[in-house]
């Protein structure tokens, strides 16, 4: 029928094909012989009313549900069954599309192998199931890989287990209040949190005012207090990068052929910056942070839940995934490379070092990603010159935007006019003044870094030998 499944077709297929022309005959032949085997003495050494249990291979396609699982994913162990008063089975639970399995009869005792030693549980990656209530708060910095978390956030969402809002605050506020609405009612409703699983990734792109510091900041922390006291996990975390690799990344995604990295010079503390939604963009304007920044910032930092560092993603990852209940945190690594993996191992190592450390001792990774970065930017910046460019610059076609992404720093001196690229000009610059001229920009955002970097790692050390098992098996 329109509803069989594949076990009815297979009884079907079988009573379809005749193997007796006298049905009568063979049925009371049938009926003899069961007869005489109920009657047959019972030669088994175990008694007959003893629980019998049956481990067979089930595909995972065709398991029933509530099917107990094994450690082996294609072994279903079914429930013991009662045998009957004569040792026989009820004829309900006998098979009926295939002939029982074989009794597997105990080898002597000696037969057995010595006892295998005991060996230390298997460490899992993810080790907690699915809460039943958890809000998730991710402040994403620009260039920071939180993109990358984006996905694993995205991925929990396209599987139905957590909702996810992204790109928050980025051009009006109307999305946080929809956030903060939402989870608002949930609170005041009876029942409302359970099931409520939420991340939200607010990704402020910068403005001329500290707006998650003043406005964003304390809504968040009064939802957890709220949150918590009624029984909900809620954690606001975010990642941090070395500040010479975050200001890099950032030129080679918003600069580039605009300004080359010979000559450009960042804005000041970009990362302290974008934590609070203040602008880098607009170089020549981008004041210094004061101190009194840097102290609230590092303030909000020390309200945070998690503070990662870009450099450990997959320790912070991991660490994550045991604060807010993830249950897939995986993700594809944009560059798996030997070499790659080689150049992440080393910016590991010397992103611990402080600025003054790395301009008197510049390590060889550094200065060769530096170069790198440069011969890439000062080859864009001919292209653009030679065919014209515009872009989004304001000034003319072809022309270095030092009005916008500058200053430039040209051997006349510093300027932040609209200047040609020269190319011999640029060549003549070495790696070591564009990284003394790097680490100048950066008075807040390297002790805020380093600050963080130093409680992340205690955090990972606080978690044991487990941690590197489990990065091991992310990876």
Known sequence: ??????????????????????????????????????????????????????????????????????????????????????????????????????AQLSPPPSAFPPPAPATATPVALVQQPLPNCSVLFFHHLEKTAGTTLRSVLQRHAQLGLFDFVSFVNRYNKVQFQMVTHRVDEALRTPGGLSGLRLAVEIHIGGGGYEQFLKYTLPDLLLLRSKLRAAGCRCNLVTLLRHPLLQHLSWHRHFVNERVPLCFWNSPHDCQSRMSMALACHGGPSVRPLTRDHRTAVQAMWDAFDL?????????????????????????????????????????????????????????QALLEYIRKRMAATAKAAAGFRARKGKGDSRGPAGMMDCAGYGPCEL?????????????????????????????????????????????????????????????????
């Open 1 to 102: 029928g329109t509803h069989m499944q594949p076990r009815d077709l297979v009884i079907n297929e079988r009573l379809s094909q005749p193997r007796c022309p006298w049905r009568g005959i063979c049925t009371l032949a049938g009926l003899l012989a069961f007869l005489a085997l109920l009657s047959a003495p019972q030669h088994s050494d175990r008694p007959s009313s003893t629980l019998q249990s049956i481990s067979l291979t089930v595909p995972a396609g065709l398991r029933p549900a509530g099917t107990h699982l094994g450690s082996d994913d294609d072994v279903a162990v079914l429930a013991p069954v009662k045998t009957a008063p004569h040792g026989t089975p009820p004829l309900s639970r006998l098979p009926q599309s295939r002939p029982p399995p074989k």
């Open 307 to 363: 503070v990662g560092t870009t450099e450990h993603f997959d320790s912070f990852l991991v660490l994550l995934a045991d604060l807010a209940g993830l249950q897939r945190p995986f993700y594809r690594i944009q560059l798996g490379t030997a070499e790659t993996t080689a150049a992440r191992e080393a910016t590991r190592r010397w992103s611990a070092r402080t600025c003054a450390s790395l301009t008197a001792d510049p390590p």
């Open 411 to 475: 051997p006349a001196g510093s300027t932040t006019q609209y200047s040609w690229f020269e190319r011999d000009q640029c060549d003549a610059v070495t790696a070591e003044a564009v990284l003394s001229r790097l680490c100048g920009r950066i008075a807040s955002d390297e002790p805020l870094y380093l600050t963080a970097r130093e409680r992340f790692e205690q955090r990972r050390r606080a978690a044991g030998a487990s941690l590197p098992q489990r990065v091991e098996l992310l990876r």
